[in-house]
Nanobody, 123 residues
C-alpha cells in the first residue's frame, strides 16, 4: 500500500502564504499522479492541483490558478503546494492524494489519501 502524510498546515492571515508538503511511502512505485484536494466543513472535497511524476504536467482548479503552485521532489517522493495570496475561502482541510492513473481532478481516480492538514486563513 501507499501511505501519504501531509504537513505544513496552520493559521495565516489573508494575503499571506503557506506551503504544504506531502510525503509518500510504501509502494510508491505504483504512483503516477499526485494531487491536492480540500474540504471545508459541510462542503464537498474539491480538487485543488495535481502533478504527474513522469513529465511534471500540472493542473489547477480555477479558484487557485495563479495563486497556488504544485511541485514535486522525486528524490524525496514528495509533493508540495505553495499557496500565495491566501483568502478566507481557502480555509479547509487539505488532503494529499495519489493515483496510478493519468492527471485527473476527479476524486474517483485517486486510490490513496492522506489524513489531511488544516489550513485556516483569517480575514
Amino acid at each position: 500500500q501507499v501511505q501519504l502524510v501531509e504537513s505544513g498546515g496552520g493559521l495565516v492571515q489573508a494575503g499571506g502564504s503557506l506551503s504544504l508538503s506531502c510525503a509518500a511511502s510504501g509502494r510508491t512505485f505504483s504512483i503516477y499522479t499526485m494531487a491536492w484536494f480540500r474540504q471545508a466543513p459541510g462542503k464537498e472535497r474539491d480538487f485543488v492541483a495535481a502533478i504527474t511524476w513522469s513529465d511534471g504536467s500540472t493542473g489547477y482548479a480555477d479558484s487557485v490558478k495563479g495563486r497556488f503552485t504544485i511541485s514535486k521532489d522525486n528524490a524525496e517522493n514528495a509533493v508540495r503546494l505553495q499557496m500565495n495570496i491566501l483568502k478566507p475561502e481557502d480555509t479547509a482541510v487539505y488532503y494529499c492524494a495519489a493515483s496510478r492513473s493519468r492527471l485527473s481532478g476527479r476524486r474517483y481516480d485517486y486510490a490513496f489519501w492522506g489524513r489531511g492538514t488544516q489550513v485556516t486563513v483569517s480575514s
